[in-house]
């Protein structure tokens, strides 16, 4: 039986000094009213676009809640604090919205920069690259349609391979395991073969590449099964990031829009049993799919813990991580860690101005998920109140 541990605010904000502990419940109760998240997104674009001197102000509250730092460097004090708790970092450089190879190439250098700096990092577990920050977004989506290439174009999606091969081969020649992230379905596919040949080419012996599973798609745990069935025949090994997912009003209003059915599921109960299903499938053959779960969802997380314990593997197992967003669900991810679990904090970083789309999604994704800024809010709200308690019994 696995005991529960989430409920230990103490352990969860360990690291929050008094100060940084107000600052996180001024910054959730804001996010906690959606009218709020949607005027302030509003004047921050419009600030944006005037010029105005705002980004002293977004780093203190918001930037500082959800980002590492400006830099790498920058994100070293940041990532040594949580290493003292046992918990390690994966550094997302979190500019988005390029459409050029000079832009591509040069998020091309700072990804080979960061794997390098990984690997003198004893703290940084995993690096991550974004499919679309080195490659057109219309590029992969072509490919993935399988619509015929034009030689410009032909010429195009060479150049995102060979970003995609270089990435990964230097991972492999490092000894540092890499992330690709999920992206819209509509140009899924063509990542889903990308990084499955950087699998064939780089995980023989032991896995370095892994690709993203979003679980709020349907067809997930039929893809993960048919793609093992073919790593188990040209002998290479899987690595599967799970998440529940980060488009799915952009997937169901397209769907509905072009006439197809959604690759979504019905409802969140659907994709919860859809997420904790490809879970248990991974745990259960874990000799050939490694596992980075990606979840701020108790109960999953407790699921998986059961299913290590009734499978008798060890809470270190390198095949087998635990991974939540900086500046979120710090009640999993501390307690997991100090807990004796493998625990990893996914830090974005990147200057003020560049990041802020990263930002503002993660504003209005905390919002419309059902719950969870209310949980983040509950939560802080129980260690101030535990702290306050503690400061009259001092005073006493």
């Known amino acids: 039986m696995v005991t529960k541990i989430f409920n230990n605010t103490k352990r969860a904000f360990s690291l929050k000094s008094d100060e940084e502990l107000k600052k996180s419940l001024f910054i959730f109760r804001m996010m906690d009213k959606p ?3 949607s005027i302030g997104t509003k004047l921050t674009n ?3 676009k005037l010029h105005l001197p705002v980004e002293g102000l977004i780093r203190k509250t918001i930037f500082e809640q959800f980002c590492g730092g400006t830099s790498q460097e920058d994100c070293i ?3 040594e604090k949580m290493y003292t708790k046992n918990v390690h970092s994966t550094l997302d450089f979190s500019v988005e919205g390029e459409e050029n190879d000079a832009a591509f190439d040069a998020a091309l250098a700072t990804k080979i920069k960061l794997v390098e700096f990984a690997q003198k990092r004893k703290e940084i577990a995993f690096t991550v690259f974004k499919p679309t920050g080195i490659g057109r977004f219309a590029i992969w989506e072509k490919v993935s ?5 034009t030689p410009e174009e032909t010429a195009e999606w060479n150049r995102v391979k060979a970003r995609v091969d270089k990435i990964c081969k230097l991972a492999y020649d490092l ?3 890499i992330l690709a992230d999920a992206e819209e379905s509509w140009m899924q596919d063509a990542v889903d073969w990308l990084i499955e040949e950087m699998m064939e080419k780089y995980n023989k012996e032991k896995v370095i590449v892994y690709n993203t599973l979003q679980c709020y798609r349907w067809d997930r745990l039929q893809y993960l099964k048919d793609i093992h069935i073919k790593a188990k025949e040209k002998g290479y090994k899987i690595g599967a990031k799970i998440v529940r997912g980060a488009y799915m009003e952009k997937e169901n209003e397209r769907a509905e829009k072009l006439n197809y059915p959604t690759p979504i599921c019905e409802d969140k109960e659907a994709t919860d049993v859809n997420y904790n299903t490809v879970l248990y499938y991974s745990l259960q053959h874990l000799d050939d799919i ?3 779960i990606g979840t701020h969802n108790e109960v999953s997380a407790y699921l998986a813990m059961q299913h290590m314990d009734e499978m008798g593997y060890a809470k270190n197992d390198d095949r087998i991580w635990f991974s939540q967003l900086f500046g979120m669900s710090e009640h999993i ?4 860690a100090l807990n004796g679990y493998n625990t990893v904090k996914l830090v974005p970083f990147g200057p003020v101005r560049d990041v802020i789309p ?7 994704e905390n919002t419309s998920v059902k719950g969870q800024t209310g949980r983040e809010l509950a939560l802080l709200e129980e260690e101030q109140h535990r702290r306050d308690g503690q400061y009259v019994k001092r005073v006493k």
């Open 77 to 79: 004090p940041v990532m």
């Open 358 to 364: 990263y930002l503002i999604r993660r504003a209005q």
């Open 35 to 37: 009218i709020m998240v």
């Open 333 to 336: 991810t501390y307690n997991l």
């Open 290 to 292: 490694n596992l980075f």
């Open 175 to 177: 000894d540092v395991k």
């Open 145 to 149: 349609q399988k619509e015929k290439l």
């Open 46 to 48: 419009w600030s944006l």
